[in-house]
């Protein structure tokens, strides 16, 4: 079950708009689910609204009443029946901060691996080179809709999740995310640690990447104990990524714990939080970096910022500290 993290998302979220679009079926079959989420929004003082395609006809009287009685802080629209679902939603919001399709499925690249964030350039090469961007057939013709709204300004974010319990939830509040996140105005920020909200969310992530058995672990007295020594990079003020500086000598920084959330990766905020803190610690004075790891993506990474192998004698120390594991090095002029 992933980490629920209200306090820490919540501030990015006052006083904005989060839009939940749900059709008949999956409303009926996700109703305590989407009614639960939704409430706990309106809880957290963010403006809600709820699109249904329920028909008005007698029998379904009890979920109008259900979603008012329950609901009362929501804005809650019914879509017409002689209607296109999505088209009238799409048409229907303006200037909406999040909106989130509740879907059967979750959206799957040809090799069916969920797709957690992307660009609306993103979606629209991905489907040009794959021709089958997803697994929801009858939702393939409304993602160029949603990429033009997106690029036209109208939504910072739409989200597109399979429905269930706490899936709202799981995408808004926790590390990973639930579904896929579309968007292009990805602002990083890389700044040192200056909150314990921060040091909670680097715990998260870097447990995140503990588990795939390429970090050394830390724990979170390690983190609090040595805070000044983190830096994070945020997008919407939360903490997608980090990054430890640790001091070799008068000229020498390794570049340790280095960890992006699961759902920026791909997204080059891996690059940006390597440069930033290149570029942090030259004006420190440091010109020599190095970097330990086994993860393969790491070390693309590094390879693509010029670092090269290093197996010099003037770090055998530290090498030895960590057997086993590739070390990499880039010097600065």
């Known amino acids: 079950m992933p980490r629920l993290y209200i306090e820490e998302y919540t501030h990015s979220l006052e006083g904005k708009s989060v839009c939940i679009a749900c059709r008949e079926g999956i409303l009926r079959d996700n109703l305590n689910a989407v009614i639960s989420d939704v409430k706990l929004l309106s809880r957290l003082k963010i403006k ?7 028909a008005n006809r007698f029998a379904n009287q009890k979920y109008f009443r259900l979603l008012a009685d329950r609901l009362s802080e929501t804005r809650i629209v019914r879509v017409p029946p002689d209607v296109d679902f999505y088209s009238y ?4 919001e303006e200037n909406v901060h999040k909106l989130i399709f509740l879907e059967r499925k979750a959206l799957v ?45 109208h ?8 429905a269930g319990k706490d899936a709202i939830k799981y995408e808004l509040f926790t590390i990973e995310g639930w579904g896929t996140l579309i968007a292009n105005n990805f602002v990083e920020r890389f700044q040192p640690v200056a909150t314990e909200n921060e040091v909670r969310l680097i715990d998260g992530i870097l447990k ?31 903490v997608v990524g980090c990054v430890e500086k640790k001091t070799i000598d008068a000229q020498t920084a390794e570049i340790a714990a280095l ?9 080059r905020v891996g690059v940006f939080t390597v440069q930033a803190f290149i570029d942090e610690l030259k004006r420190k004075g440091f010109k020599r970096f190095i970097s330990l790891t086994n993860n393969p993506n790491l070390k693309r990474l590094y390879l693509s910022m010029g670092f090269e192998p290093c197996q010099g004698p ?13 070390m990499y090095y880039l010097e600065i002029a």
């Open 208 to 238: 995140l990447y503990k588990s795939e058995g390429y970090l050394k672990p830390r724990t979170k007295e390690y983190l609090i104990l040595n805070r000044n020594n983190f830096y994070v990079t945020t997008i919407d003020d939360i």
């Open 109 to 153: 690249d040809h090799l069916g691996n969920r797709i957690n964030s992307v660009t609306t350039q993103g979606v629209r090469q991905s489907i040009n080179a794959w021709g089958d961007l997803i697994a929801n057939t009858n939702f393939k013709g409304v993602l160029d809709r949603i990429c033009s709204r997106i690029d036209s300004g």
């Open 48 to 54: 809600t609204a709820l699109y249904h395609n329920i």
């Open 89 to 92: 939603v799409l048409d229907h």
């Open 314 to 326: 003037e770090y055998s120390e530290r090498q030895a500290a960590s057997p086993g594991v590739a």
């Open 259 to 267: 960890a992006i959330s699961t759902r920026f990766r791909n997204q």
């Open 155 to 162: 939504y910072d974010r739409v989200h597109i999740l399979p």
